[in-house]
Each structure stands twice: as structure tokens, then as C-alpha cells.
């Protein structure tokens, strides 16, 4: 899906996203978010999952006009592969025409922690059951204060479970 928003001045956006794949499937998250006025506010969490030669893409510029002073962007873009088949292609980009600014970005790529994974085996917790625990830790962080938080995160952790 792709979003583009234009901010205002005292405007606030915010953005929780959370892409899904496997068998093949590709999926991708486009934004572009432009702070045209002074002391607006954007947050962009976007969390991928992807396993059997699923491919999770995103990329997601934040622009800031010339005399948007007091502008506080955030993009977290994280992907988590499920196996050596999977992909993931995260491009966070920030451009900056003003000087009073917060601006940060943050992209990393990774697999499910092996160490984290053995220590909840040695605690009773089944390797499936513990592998759905973390990924649905990871994937909630893009709903954390959603009106239907609760909603997303299940319909999540339903295509969760198909993954693992």
C-alpha cells in the first residue's frame, strides 16, 4: 500500500504497519510524508515478517519544507526473515531543507535470536510455541496505540500462525 501525507503546521500523523509474507508472496509499504509547517509531528513503525520466499519491502521517505521549524520525525522499520528463502528491502530516507529539527530513522534486518529461543526451550516452552511468542512481541510494536489495537494484533498473530 502507499501513503502520502502533506502536514500542516501542529499537525500529527502517525503510522503502525505490519507486513506478513510467505509462499511467495511480495508485499510492499510506500510513504511519504512531507512536514509543510512549523511543530508537526510524524511517527512511522513499520514491522515485516517474512518466511518462504516471501519478499517484505519498504520505503519510506520523510521531507521537511524549508521553514517547517520544530518539525519531530521518526521512522522504525524492522524485518524479521523466517528462513535463508526469505527477503526483506527497507530504504527509510530523510530529507532535510529546515534547521530546527528532530529527525531519526532506524532499519535493521534480523533473524529470531537463537540464545533467547534456547532459553525459553529450557524453561518448558515448546521451540513453535516460543517462536510465535517472540514474533508476536515484535509485530505488536506497530500497534501500540491504535483505536483497535487489540483487533489488529489478533488478526496479526492468525497469519502469524501460518507462518511458523
Known amino acids: 500500500f502507499a501513503v502520502q501525507v502533506t502536514l500542516g503546521e501542529g499537525a500529527e500523523f502517525t503510522l503502525g504497519a505490519a507486513q506478513l509474507a510467505g509462499g511467495g508472496q511480495v508485499l510492499e509499504v510506500v510513504t511519504q510524508v512531507t512536514h509543510a509547517g512549523r511543530d508537526a509531528v510524524s511517527r512511522q513503525v513499520v514491522r515485516s515478517v517474512a518466511g518462504g520466499k516471501g519478499t517484505v519491502n519498504y520505503l519510506g521517505k520523510v521531507r521537511v519544507e524549508p521553514g517547517a521549524d520544530g518539525t519531530d520525525g521518526e521512522q522504525s522499520v524492522r524485518a524479521m526473515l523466517l528462513d535463508r528463502s526469505a527477503t526483506a528491502n527497507n530504504r527509510p530516507e530523510l530529507e532535510i531543507y529546515a534547521d530546527d529539527v528532530k529527525c531519526a530513522h532506524g532499519c535493521a534486518?534480523?533473524?529470531?535470536?537463537?540464545?533467547?529461543?534456547?532459553?525459553?526451550?529450557?524453561?518448558?516452552?515448546?521451540?513453535?510455541?516460543a517462536k510465535k511468542l517472540m514474533l508476536q512481541a515484535f509485530v505488536a510494536e506497530a500497534f501500540v496505540g491504535a483505536d483497535q489495537e487489540e483487533v489488529l494484533l489478533e488478526a496479526a498473530l492468525a497469519v502469524l500462525g501460518k507462518l511458523v
Open 109 to 129: 534486518v534480523g533473524e529470531l535470536d537463537a540464545n533467547a529461543l534456547f532459553y525459553m526451550a529450557q524453561r518448558g516452552l515448546p521451540p513453535e510455541e
